[in-house]
């Protein structure tokens, strides 16, 4: 299998020009094959203890590793898909906020206290999920579990706050209003989701101006709660310490209304969007659709054919345009997910005078995928890389509390993760040729440019039709 | 060719802790096993069983910086580390690549100021995979000039997505290094003009690779989960029929001692709103200033706690963030030679750039002018421990493979990692006052402004 492929590439076009070009001894000489390694070792998930609180506060705790820090990450669930369309980053001047002290300490004490331990506090807004974080020394666990308990349920919110808050938020805008990957993804996720709060990734000077520290508090009252709200501790640390501390701090937290659900319906029709960008060296490209989120059975096999088409560095695509072609430097595929929705997305930036080339190259690998499932050596190859990529994913603090976070906002149960390895070696080449005809579907696709229009148009006009 | 003697070469080094006294209750202390050895091809190599985790983490790293590159070629080390992975003797175009991939891993490499380094991410079991192939590519590479062609278009956008296409493209980690200092070597665009990249051949690719790949420019790092007496097989078996081949000399990249402050400001096309960085010339690596700076650092830049925070951010609302530190494309511990102390952050147009100098001033005078509380240094130390810690943990262990592989580069003493925090505790008030006294003075400074061609008016308002 191996020596085959090795040929292949071969005959393809290095041993004609390797000859003359020799930095070494014996090129002459047959290639050896790498050795294969020994057996596999084991790999065990850390093991989990869990408990609730009667107020609906969840709380996970993963002891492991060798490192003596502790990580605890308080997520609740609020978000961008809790903003209003007229108050689009609410959330995230709720989230800096939060930082600015609680009832009994001022933000200079909360972060002198947090440092006193190693850490920070880290708040972090996304479209479902706030989360509150804090990294410190293993010692530490149980006071920095109470510190982050004020600063979650008793945060001061100070009006004194809000104006230099919205001035950074101002700033922020601006900032990423030149930046072409922020430009090309607010007008991806608009052109999908157009009437929902994830179809808002911008914000707007009039709204943010809008802002009132009535509007944080109101935001905050609304959206944060025990009932919402799901613990992780991840690291070294004392189990039965850091238990006590969750429940004597988080006790007394009011249970906070439920969750909201609200599931876009995303648009599903091919969409051209070319934003004029006068000057750019290169072209922004956000080619992709909506597709399915975590909890559809599909959704392995889909991160499977994504591994293998454009989401890794030995893909399809970035073999294409990047080693093949010299088109761009990071071309990267994925699948995408918030709660009950997901889309899949190639993201390239490409020089400007390929940009039409580059557009056609990714055409011709999705089509190509779609013709003719994957020869088995190379779709093995990729289910090795993602069996790998979970153990390592799953070795680092933040990686087990990513992955935690992942099963229980999509609601995946507790073997989501033991049999996921399992799940991504059962898949089929002719699976992963039918979740690319099914989930990536040419006529549906949406492709946002953000480039220099006049040197692109003429480039673009295949796809404009 | 050499004869396999290893093991003669061989040194077990006991790590030993000294450290003071903590400032805290019963910390856990973390010390990291080192095995330090040469090979008689002069490649040095460390091991570091770590056995938390069925991974494996493995560094080479060639003494072999961008500081260094040919004049004529600005950007080289990079470009070559981009043919790095284009073809050995027996691992063609993409094969490396997907060898890694393939057998569950990942991989990349990197270029900085004073080594170049590859490195893999590995399921355990791989690593004998893995010593192979990286030994492959140390033997010799098998380029061609269309793989040359494919990677100076791959360079080529790399510097367009990350310095030409963006706003405040290379501010200020590609920027300041050629304002604040004076010695070519570390004051050329390292990334490389375009020019300079496209005009790089076949020849010049051969020649960097026999003078800097070679086994005694080298080490070899392996932190995670294997066995260090099957490790050490391996790598005699892989890497000791690689000839050495005599290094040429080092050019001389020290750097004068700076006496007057620098101003400079960049115009940028792209930007809206503002960015101010200000540098200061770093103590030689190791000396007592040295650590000192390391927890300065943290006093004054790190984490939301710091005094330049609380200053520019909380005080004064010129930002939300100022971010640095000690060497911006790496750490304090990765590097050898003139390196900067840095500070930076994007404002308002309404804001003038004396007056943020002025703010960042008013924080690093009070430290010169009296030992700083107990207090403070020791909320310093424990934020020093708390990322170094990060540091060893970081990338299933990449992050201690890297600091191994400095420390056997630069110091031929890897061992030294278990004795970075006792050096930090060392620090005293008095050293901290007389660190900032010498090296955060206003003459050592550099201060770089960029400037957007078209702002926002009034920090508020924007047309677009």
């Known amino acids: 299998m191996r020596n085959i492929f090795v040929n292949l590439i071969c005959a393809a076009g290095l041993l004609p020009f390797a000859i003359s070009v020799v930095l070494a001894q014996n090129s002459a000489a047959p290639k050896q094959t790498p050795p294969a390694g020994g057996p596999p070792k084991p790999f065990h998930l850390p093991q989990l203890e869990k408990f609730s609180l009667p107020n609906g506060l969840q709380v996970t705790m993963a002891p492991f590793g060798s490192i003596p820090k502790v990580e605890v990450a308080v997520a609740v669930r ?22 600015e002290g609680t009832a009994s300490r001022s933000a200079e004490q909360v972060a002198q206290q947090a440092a006193s331990m190693g850490g920070s506090i ?137 969750p909201q659900i609200d599931i876009p319906k995303p648009v599903a029709k091919k969409q051209v969007e070319l934003v004029d960008r006068p000057g750019s060296a290169q072209s922004t490209l956000y080619i992709g659709l909506a597709a399915i989120d975590p909890s559809n059975p599909d959704y392995i096999p889909l991160q499977v054919m994504n591994a293998l088409l454009g989401g890794s560095f030995g893909s399809r695509i970035t073999a294409n345009i990047r080693e093949q072609k010299g088109y761009t430097y990071s071309p990267r595929s994925q699948v995408s997910v918030r709660y009950r929705d997901g889309y899949w997305v190639e993201v390239a930036d490409v020089t400007t005078a390929v940009t039409g080339p580059s557009i056609k190259e990714i055409l011709y690998e999705i089509d190509r995928l779609q013709n003719e499932p994957p020869p088995s050596a190379e779709l093995d190859g990729i289910k090795n890389y993602l069996g790998g990529l979970f153990v390592i994913r799953n070795s680092s603090r933040d990686g087990v509390i990513n992955q935690l976070q992942f099963v229980d906002l999509h609601q995946l149960g507790d073997d989501y993760l033991s049999t996921y390895v399992q799940k991504v070696y059962a898949v089929t080449p002719q699976q992963v040729q039918e979740m690319a005809r099914k989930y990536v579907v040419p006529d549906k696709l949406t492709l946002v440019v953000v480039g220099d229009k006049e040197k692109i148009s003429d480039q673009m006009a295949p796809y404009l039709k | 060719m050499r004869p396999l003697l290893c093991l003669l070469a061989c040194v077990w080094i006991m790590p030993m802790t000294t450290f003071a006294a903590p400032p805290d209750k019963s910390p856990a202390r973390f010390t990291v096993t080192v095995e330090y050895y040469k090979l008689p091809n002069g490649l040095r190599v460390v091991l570091s069983p770590d ?97 040359l062609t494919n990677q100076k278009g791959v360079v080529s956008n790399e510097v367009k997505v990350n310095v030409i296409n963006t706003p405040y493209g290379g501010f200020p980690w590609l920027d300041m290094p050629q304002y604040a200092n004076t010695n070519w070597f570390n004051a050329h ?174 924080q690093i005078a009070p430290l010169r002018d009296k030992p700083v509380d107990q207090a403070v240094l020791d909320r310093a130390l424990v934020k020093m421990r708390s990322s170094f810690y990060d540091s060893l943990g970081d990338f299933n262990g990449f992050g201690r493979a890297d600091m191994l ?60």
């Open chain 1, 78 to 99: 609020s978000g961008s898909l809790n903003e209003p369309a007229n108050q689009v980053w609410l959330a995230e001047l709720t989230g800096r906020l939060i930082k």
């Open chain 1, 122 to 258: 880290t708040i972090g807004v996304g479209d479902d999920v706030t989360r509150i974080d804090s990294d410190v020394l293993s010692e530490f666990g149980p006071q920095i579990v109470a510190l982050l308990a004020d600063v979650v349920m008793h945060p001061l919110l100070p009006e004194s706050d809000v104006p230099r808050l919205k001035q950074d938020l101002l700033r922020k805008l601006s900032i990423e209003k030149t930046q072409p990957g922020a430009l090309a993804h607010e007008q991806f996720v608009h052109a999908l989701y157009p009437n929902h709060p994830y179809g808002r990734s911008l914000s707007t000077e009039p709204i943010i101006e809008s802002f009132t520290e009535a509007d944080v508090k109101r935001f905050y009252e609304s959206n944060f709660g025990a009932a919402r709200t799901h613990i992780y501790v991840a690291g070294k640390f004392d189990p039965a310490a850091v238990k006590v501390a969750i429940t004597n701090a988080f006790s007394d937290w009011k249970r906070g209304p439920d």
């Open chain 2, 51 to 147: 056995h938390s985790s069925p991974t494996v983490a493995i560094g080479v790293y060639y003494r072999i910086g961008f500081r260094i590159e040919p004049r004529d070629r600005t950007g080289f080390a990079h470009l070559f580390e981009h043919m790095m992975f284009q073809g050995s003797q027996n691992l063609g175009k993409m094969e490396m690549i997907r060898l890694v991939q393939q057998n569950g891993g990942l991989l990349n490499g990197s270029t900085r100021f004073d080594f170049t380094n590859y490195y893999e991410v590995m399921p355990a079991n791989k690593l004998e995979t893995m010593l192979w192939a990286e030994a492959d590519r140390m033997k010799g590479l098998a380029i061609t000039e269309e793989n």
């Open chain 2, 189 to 362: 665009n390292f990334y490389g003009e375009l020019k300079d990249i496209d005009a790089s051949t076949l020849p010049d690719v051969q020649h960097f690779f026999s003078t800097y790949y070679t086994p005694n420019n080298a080490a070899l790092a392996i932190v995670g989960d294997f066995d260090p007496a099957d490790a050490k097989a391996m790598i005699t078996k892989y890497f000791s029929g690689i000839p050495s081949v005599p290094s040429p000399k080092q050019p001389d990249i020290a750097e004068p001692k700076q006496e007057k402050e620098r101003t400079a400001t960049k115009s940028d096309p792209l930007a809206k709103r503002p960015a101010l960085a200000v540098s200061y010339h770093m103590p030689d690596r190791n000396t007592p200033e040295y650590y000192a700076m390391g927890l300065i650092d943290q006093i004054l830049l790190q984490g939301d706690n710091s005094l330049l925070h609380d200053e520019l951010v909380k005080k004064r609302g010129y930002t939300d963030s100022v971010d640095g530190g000690i060497n911006l494309l790496g750490n304090m511990f990765n590097y050898q030679g003139p390196m900067l102390w840095t500070a930076y952050l994007f404002y308002d147009n309404t804001v003038k750039a004396s007056d943020i100098v002025t703010a960042i001033e008013s």
């Open chain 2, 405 to 464: 592989a400095s420390f056997a580069l630069f110091d031929d003493n890897p061992a030294q990692i278990n004795d970075v925090e006792a050096q930090f505790h060392k620090v005293t008030p008095a050293l901290i006052q007389k660190t900032v006294t010498e090296y955060l003075r206003p003459t050592n400074r550099t201060v770089l402004v960029v400037e957007p061609k078209s702002a926002d008016t009034a920090g508020t308002k924007s047309s677009n």
